[in-house]
């Protein structure tokens, strides 16, 4: 398989303020940080700002935004659309986060028709998926993330893939400095890209997938020795620039 370009992707949730985009923005300087992807994806308020910012400080991070609305446009308070998103350059965005699946009832269909929002409009969808510690005490893990994945495919098509990226964050693992070990995430990882090969082996090579749930500086390196993880999806370690630096140095 060729080597695919480590991406390392930034979810600060509703954290954050202007101040920390004026401290990123200058801080990620394309010297610093070579032959990787860096995604960072603020609160959606900030987006257009940082964007601005990333691009007059030669800057290697691209914008991302954590959530988009799966309809083109009209009359949905509080929504923000893919167009919108274009508009102030941001080109990737998170779907299905678990929070948003948990706090916010989305469900696998919903979510990949914000996938199909997402790729119509030329960004790039990053799917998360993943068990909660129940459904992987049920031996449940493999049956949640196929479900996930077929929703997309379902439809989208499998060559969706080529253009998408995949986050597997284990419920248990988000927030609660418990990473999954790094046999534990390859396993997945390579359970995601079998699964995907039963469609089309091209596209499952190709395709990166990211790992997320506590990654930190320490435990970084290790989780990307792993064959298929091409990366991660970084919470909390990634609203402190010496930390995600560390991360983001380690791929
Ligand atoms: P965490 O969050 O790194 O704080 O565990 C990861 C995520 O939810 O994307």
Known sequence: MTQLKPLIA?????????????????????????????????????????????????????????????????????????????????????????????????????????????????????????ESEQQREDEQTFTVIAQDIDAVIERSGIESFKDGIIAYEPVWAIGTGKSATPEQAQDVHAFIRKHLAKHDEEVAAGVRILYGGSVNENNAAELFKQKDINGALVGGASLVVDKFMAICQNA
Request: glycine share 6%.
């Open 10 to 130: 930034a979810n600060w949730k509703m954290n954050g303020d202007k101040a920390l985009i004026a401290e990123f923005s200058t801080a990620f300087t394309t010297d610093k940080v070579n032959g990787i992807d860096i995604i960072v994806c603020p609160p959606s308020i900030y987006l257009d700002e940082f964007s601005s910012q990333v691009a007059s400080n030669n800057s290697a991070i691209a914008v991302g935004a954590q959530n988009l609305s799966d309809k083109e446009s009209g009359a949905f308070t509080g929504e923000i659309s893919a167009a919108m998103l274009q508009q102030v350059n941001c080109n990737f965005a998170i779907v299905g986060h678990s929070e948003r699946r948990s706090l916010f009832g989305e469900t696998p269909q919903f979510v990949a028709s914000k996938y199909a929002t997402a790729l119509a409009n030329n960004i790039t969808p990053i799917l998360c998926t993943g």
